[in-house]
C-alpha cells in the first residue's frame, strides 16, 4: 500500500499533521486510494471554549527550571509553534497535539478572581509567578478576552513579582503595569526569538509576532525600564542553530540584557509533528536533524533528564554551550536567572467587591 496523499498545508498552521492523541482507544489512519489529489487545505478557524478553572496558580519542583509556580491563562496556543514543548499536554483533553492544538483552544476567563483568593489565603509565601510558562499569555486571543491583563492587575496592585515569557509584541499593551513593576524591581519579560529569517519564522510560528515586532518589543521594555532576557529557544540543529549568535547580538541590541538558550525537545507525539513539518518544508534535511538529536539524548529523540533535558549532552552540545558562553562574555550579558525578583512589597490582595475593607 502506498503512502496517503498529503494536502498542503493549512494557511496559517504551524503543524502539517494531527497525531492520535495518546491516551484516546481509537485511532485513524489514512490510506492512498489512488483517487486523492494533494490540494491547498481550508482554512482552519480558532474555537475558543470558556474553562471555569477551579485553581489558577500552578507548583513543580523541577530542579532546573528557576520557578516554583506558575499561572497559564490559556490552554492550547494559537500561534502554532510547530516546536512547542507543550503540544503533548492536548492528549489529556482528547484532542490532537497537532492542529487542534492550535485551533481549540480553552480560556480561564475566572483567572483574575481565582489569582486574588489564592494570594489572600492565609500563609500564602510571594515567589516570582512565571506567567505564561506553558502556552504565551500574549497569543492573539488575549487581545479580546484581557486575560492576562486582568492577571497583571492583580499582580500589579498586590507588589508580587512576576516573569512573563512571550513571543507576542502584545505585552507592550500593558507597559502602564509592566514599566512601574519592572522598575520596583517585581517583573521581567523574557522575549523568545527563535530566528531572526522572516520565512522561516513564518513557517515555524505562523501567527506569533515577526521576528522584527519582538525585538521592537524588547526595545520598548528595556526603555520603559522592564528588565529583559532574550530566549533563543528552541535551536533546532540544521534549520536555526546557526543564528544563535545572531540572535543575541539583535537583542542585546534592543536592549536584552540576560539571556538563554533551549534545544528543540520531543516529548510524547510532538516527535511526529516535527518530523512531518520536516519532510514537508525541509525534506533533505529530516534525518539528519533527527540525527544530531538522537547523538544528545543517548541515542533517543529525546530524553526528559532533569539537568540535560533542556541542552542535550555530547559534542554537539558542548559545542553550543560554548558559543553561547562566548557570545555572552563578547556582548557583556548575563545567563538566564541573573536577575532575582523582589517579594517584599507584596500586599495581599483584599477580596471582596472593590472599595470593600477587610475586617480582619
Excluded at 475558543?48 to 528557576?66: F, H, K, L, T
Excluded at 500561534?79 to 484532542?95: Q, S
Excluded at 536533524?289 to 558542548?318: C, K, N, Q, S, W
Aim: aromatic share 6%; with cysteine.
Amino acid at each position: 500500500m502506498s503512502p496517503p496523499r498529503q494536502p498542503l498545508p493549512h494557511r496559517g498552521r504551524g503543524a502539517v499533521s494531527s497525531p492520535h492523541a495518546r491516551f484516546e482507544p481509537l485511532a485513524r489512519e489514512g490510506f492512498d486510494d489512488g483517487w486523492d489529489i494533494a490540494e491547498e487545505a481550508p482554512p482552519l478557524a480558532t474555537d475558543v471554549a470558556m474553562e471555569a478553572a477551579r485553581s489558577i496558580i500552578s507548583r513543580n519542583d523541577s530542579p532546573d527550571i528557576g520557578f516554583d509556580r506558575s499561572i497559564n491563562p490559556y490552554r492550547g496556543c494559537e500561534h502554532g509553534c510547530v516546536y512547542c514543548f507543550a503540544r503533548p499536554t492536548h492528549a489529556y483533553l482528547g484532542l490532537s497535539p497537532g492542529l487542534d492544538f492550535e485551533t481549540k483552544l480553552f480560556a480561564k476567563p475566572n483567572a483574575a478572581e481565582l489569582l486574588t483568593r489564592e494570594l489572600s489565603a492565609p500563609g500564602y509565601v510571594p515567589q516570582a509567578i512565571a506567567l505564561g510558562a506553558n502556552t504565551d499569555p500574549y497569543q492573539p486571543i488575549e487581545r479580546r478576552l484581557r486575560i492576562t491583563r486582568e492577571v497583571l492587575e492583580v499582580l500589579s496592585k498586590s507588589g508580587h513579582p512576576v516573569g512573563i515569557v512571550t513571543k507576542g509584541a502584545m505585552v507592550t499593551r500593558d507597559l502602564d503595569l509592566l514599566g512601574p513593576m519592572g522598575r520596583a524591581g517585581t517583573a521581567k519579560v523574557a522575549v523568545s526569538v527563535t530566528t531572526l529569517d522572516p520565512v522561516l519564522a513564518r513557517r515555524m510560528e505562523p501567527r506569533a509576532s515577526a521576528p522584527r515586532k519582538r525585538l521592537e518589543a524588547i526595545r520598548a521594555l528595556s526603555e520603559a525600564g522592564v528588565p529583559v532576557l532574550v530566549l533563543a529557544a528552541p535551536l533546532i540543529p540544521g534549520i536555526n542553530d546557526h543564528e544563535l549568535e545572531a540572535i543575541l547580538e539583535a537583542a542585546h541590541a534592543a536592549g536584552a540584557r540576560e539571556a538563554g538558550y533551549v534545544v528543540l525537545r520531543l516529548p510524547h507525539e510532538l516527535k511526529e509533528i516535527v518530523r512531518d513539518w520536516l519532510v514537508e518544508y525541509y525534506p533533505g534535511k529530516a534525518e539528519r536533524v533527527f540525527a544530531i538529536l538522537r547523538e544528545m539524548r543517548g541515542g533517543r529523540d529525546y530524553d526528559a533528564a532533569f539537568g540535560t533535558r533542556l541542552t542535550g549532552t555530547g559534542p554537539y552540545a558542548t559545542l553550543t554551550a560554548r558559543r553561547f558562553e562566548t557570545a555572552l562574555r563578547r556582548l557583556g550579558m548575563a545567563r538566564r536567572g541573573g536577575l532575582r525578583l523582589r517579594t517584599d512589597l507584596f500586599v495581599p490582595p483584599v477580596r471582596g467587591a472593590p472599595g470593600q475593607l477587610s475586617l480582619f
